[in-house]
């Protein structure tokens, strides 16, 4: 009479994940239904017997893989300066990091798209090119300086929706316009810049209202 089945694999055994090709440790064992199913790297997943394999006995292609930790110092949303551009101001819209491998060698770069503030110019700059804003008092003059500067309060005439779609903005770019002048409007707390914003609202009422209708 054969004794009760005991697992493949023990905790510390490093195999094979067969189904990804990637290598880890074996971190904990569960029986359910008198079937094993083993965890690997402390994950929140569970793997069956067959789908691994002991390292010493694979003999298959791997997956070498690595733990990134990249740094984010600017958020959407941010207004900063950037290298070589003077006063110039830019909201940060985006950001992406690039992996370069080689033999011997190897290294991140975090990318940022800014956008400028006073015409909508998309620029990306690596993130030592970007200049943060101190939180200071006179820094915050210069800013409020600079922000008058680059965006001032243009008229908005509203359009018909046929009119809408040759002469206007997008949708996106009528809410990029509503956030920009809500930022200078918590800055300067000046009634020009809410009516720019009820004017972006007004807006797109009237294009999706024109849509629902078609």
Do not use: C
């Not at 830019?90 to 370069?100: A, H, P």
């Amino acid at each position: 009479m054969s004794g009760p089945k005991r697992p493949k694999f023990s905790i510390g055994d490093i195999v094979v994940n067969t189904l990804y090709g990637t290598v880890g440790t074996i971190t904990d064992i569960q029986q359910i239904d008198g079937t094993f199913l083993y965890e690997i790297n402390h994950s929140l997943s569970l793997f069956m017997e067959h789908m691994l394999v002991l390292l010493s006995d694979f003999s298959g292609d791997l997956w070498i893989t690595e733990e990134i930790e990249v740094e984010l110092p600017f958020f959407l949303g941010e207004i900063v300066h950037v290298r070589d551009y003077g006063d110039h101001l830019f909201k940060v819209v985006g950001v992406r990091t690039e992996i370069y491998r080689y033999h011997g060698e190897g290294w991140e770069e975090t990318i940022y798209e800014l956008k400028r503030l006073f015409d909508g110019w998309e620029i990306e700059v690596h993130m030592e090119d970007i200049i943060p804003l101190a939180d200071d008092e006179e820094t915050s003059i210069t800013l409020l300086q600079d922000i008058a500067i680059s965006a001032p309060v243009k008229s908005y005439v509203l359009l018909s929706p046929a009119e809408e779609e040759v002469k206007s903005p997008s949708i996106d770019e009528l809410l990029d316009m509503y956030n920009d002048y809500k930022f200078l409007y918590e800055w300067f707390h000046d009634e020009q810049y809410k009516q720019v914003m009820e004017t972006v609202v007004k807006r797109l009422q009237i294009i999706t209202n024109y849509h629902n209708k078609n």
